[in-house]
């Protein structure tokens, strides 16, 4: 059994029965329409192989941004977990106003992380 492609087998073989005089004679076919047919066949199947390889990439596309985001998430909890620790810190150990600002800015980060949970 060949390995070709349905679609590309079919134009064969009305490509080859289009050019044989006595299946065009018996054929309610015109050479012309054979010829169309198995044109269109290929075209069709050339542009099914194409959507394949672009529906693939998307898919490989795709399944990169899942693994983009998962780390990105795990970034993002260790970036809020800094800020935490930061503010702890500046509880505990009050260090001017350099870090006052800093430990502000991490709240107010901390409470729009919250408020996107």
Wanted: hydrophobic residues 45%.
């Amino acid at each position: 059994m060949s390995d070709k492609p349905n679609a590309l087998r079919l134009a064969d073989v009305l490509q080859s029965g289009a050019d044989d005089p006595m299946w065009a004679h018996h054929c309610e076919m015109s050479k012309g329409t054979c010829d169309a047919a198995a044109a269109e066949l290929r075209r069709l199947h050339d542009e099914n192989e194409m959507l394949k390889a672009e529906i693939a990439e998307q898919a490989r596309v795709n399944g990169m941004g899942g693994e983009r985001e998962a780390r990105l998430m795990a970034l993002n909890a260790e970036l809020v977990e800094a800020l935490r620790r930061l503010i702890d810190m500046d509880v505990a150990y009050r260090r001017g106003p350099v870090v006052e600002e800093a430990v502000e800015k991490a709240r107010a980060a901390l409470a729009k992380v919250e408020a996107n949970k």
